[in-house]
């Protein structure tokens, strides 16, 4: 009788639940324009949770919810942002040049934020992004090195032969 109880006692916590997150999603969809502004992703999620929970059921329409986030987290861990800081005049604060009018970016260094952690999956990113935002390409300049190590090279066999 008892273990009959306490699934009931489950099964109506559950709704609970459930019934309190729909009440706010549907609160929500007045938001919608407010989410798609600040995040497009998110507000896909949100349109594939509400979607699913209006369409097939609500335990599938948040099963849909759950797998769209976890994609969407490892989108975003993969492909993190990277921006360019600037120091804010007469301050030890730096913000980024595009958002901050203020900040100025230091002569001849560039500060670069990457809004993640770096591991496997985004090294490319980063390289990527490093690559824009300095300007700098390493591949061009290791080939002019090798290129000035080349005519040092010859130039030395040549005072060699000169000298023999």
Partial sequence: ?????????????????IVVALLTMLVEVRQIVVIYKRSKLEALAWLATFGGVMILDISWGLYIGLAFSILLIIIQSQRPGASV???????????????CEDACEIENV???RYESSLFYANVENFVYKVIKLTGV?????QSKIQKKQAEYFKKAEKLKKIQV
Avoid: R, V
């Fill in 110 to 112: 560039k500060i670069i």
């Fill in 137 to 141: 390409n390493p591949n061009e300049i």
């Fill in 1 to 17: 009788m008892k273990i009959i109880f306490f699934s009931f006692f489950l099964q109506c916590c559950l709704a609970a639940i």
């Fill in 85 to 99: 800081m600037g120091n804010l005049p007469h301050t030890d604060i730096y913000e980024c040049i595009n958002t």
